[in-house]
């Protein structure tokens, strides 16, 4: 499995989906490990603009995870059940698309959010802890 340890390629701006996002300046080989997710920043309770990556924890990583946007069909897999939490790319990602994740993976029990992914199999929602 490729993995790339630099983040440089990864950038946030404006996005359609919502507010901001992450977008890629390289291309993303499908199966590609390509970001690891820093865990200096775990909480036991949800937190606005923070990632849930076990039952109870969450973690805030304010250069990528958490500016990534949902999508209901996403480009990439938020792998938390490994020892360090990473994102996949789930198909070849393109330069300039941006990284989206779908939130109802790791989000469970979370409340309904009115989607905006544009996607043509959009839910309308998806969840969010918070």
Known sequence: MKRIISHQFLKK??????????????QIDVGEVFYIIPLD???????PRYACIGANEFVC????I??????C???TSFEISTERP????????????????????TEVNG????C???DSNCRGFFLRRE
């Open 66 to 71: 958490n500016w990534v946007n949902h999508s």
């Open 13 to 26: 701006r404006k996005s359609d989906i919502h507010g901001l996002g992450i977008f890629t300046s390289k």
């Open 111 to 114: 409340s309904l959010v009115k």
């Open 116 to 118: 905006t992914c544009k």
């Open 73 to 75: 069909n996403p480009n």
């Open 86 to 105: 990473h994102l996949k790319a789930l198909r070849s990602i393109s330069v300039t698309e941006e990284i989206t994740l779908d939130y109802d993976k």
């Open 61 to 64: 990583d304010e250069i990528v």
């Open 41 to 47: 920043k775990i909480v036991n309770n949800p937190i």
